[in-house]
């Protein structure tokens, strides 16, 4: 017990009218049930660090699940044997969550492979050209926005010609260099991008504030689920009409994220997911499994950890709200490792910053695993 806490009597008399039946009610379970934290947590005063806020009060509903997120992210994720796979959907980067976040996530080496929605990795771009994205209303006239040459995404202001068609046009310049002048999976394209960002942020005097520059200077592959459906994925479409050459190749991204994951388990190490908003991020991560038991019919029993924060639930049917156990009758998460399983209904944009503090603090960085530089070897048999 706590120095300070004080024994707790109970100050009323026993129950007098207990009927007979339930005094000889037999209760197999009863202590096992009951054997959970008592919640009776210490009053807040202010001096509190955030980890330990997270562990003392973080302790029903959504806030409990946020606490056993970071501590199987920080307690079981992070061990030096388990390769870590994060995907991203929902507008992150202009909420800023690349530069606070996903950036030291990924300098600490605590995650080993990402995959993106093209809007975050292409709205990261603005943040390495030094485009500022600025801070707005969501109560804001749309049409007045429209007039002023401003978008919006939610409470999130961009400038139209200033930051968007400014940043196509640097994105058009680096795709038409002689490197993209061929086919390529998308992390490679994300690689080669990365290392322009990382000499823009370089340049405009900016340290830290890209996700592709992070991730190309970390070795940390970067793939997208849907190569046409973004603004980068529009640049590439655009400049092709002109003669470009680069033409992306999406099974090579499919059999480059299986082999990360077998050569994890066939190394005798662990895979784990965590998974920020659903979308199809979410299923390209997921869906490493079933190509390695479904597809290539290799013996396999799924991810040994899974972490998703999503708002999305369940009863619809699509994936974004699919649960754990739903992943395990696709052979996509291992049923023994179920317990294991955290999701944590709230917005990312809470949770993101807590859990990275919450790793940042607790665990010391993790020896970068550089998967990047290993693609070509975990495909061969
Ligand atoms: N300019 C661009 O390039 C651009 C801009 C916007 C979207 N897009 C494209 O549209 C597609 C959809 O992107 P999207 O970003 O709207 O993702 P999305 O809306 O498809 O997100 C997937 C799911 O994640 C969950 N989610 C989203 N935000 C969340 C949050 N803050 N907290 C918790 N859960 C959250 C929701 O359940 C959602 O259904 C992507 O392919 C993207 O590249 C492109």
Known sequence: MAKTQKKHVRARPELSEMPEWLKKKQCPNREKYLSGK????????GK???PDLIDATFLAYNGARLREACQLFTGKMLEADVTVGMS?????????????????????GFVDWLAATGANLYHDMHFALNY?????SFKFDDTDLRNNDIVRVYDVLLGYSDCLMATDEILRSMLIQPEFQKEMGTAELHYLLGKYCSEWERKAGLKDVSVLAAAYRAGVPCYTSSPGDSTIGMNVAGVELRGNKLRINPSIDVNETTAFVLAAKR???????????????KNFMLQTEPQIQEVLRIKEFGQDYFLQVTDARPDTGGLSGATPSEAVSWGKVDPERLPDAVVCYTDTTIAMPLLTHYALARHKPRKLKRLYDQRQKSLKP
């Open 38 to 45: 008592r919640i009776l947590p210490r009053n807040i005063t």
């Open 48 to 50: 509190e660090k955030a």
């Open 88 to 108: 991203f959907a929902g507008a992150l980067t202009p909420a800023g969550m690349g530069c606070s976040s996903i950036v030291p996530l990924i300098k600490a």
């Open 132 to 136: 500022p994205v600025r801070a707005g």
């Open 267 to 281: 190394a005798g190490g662990k895979s784990a997911v965590v998974l920020w908003g659903g979308g199809s991020p």
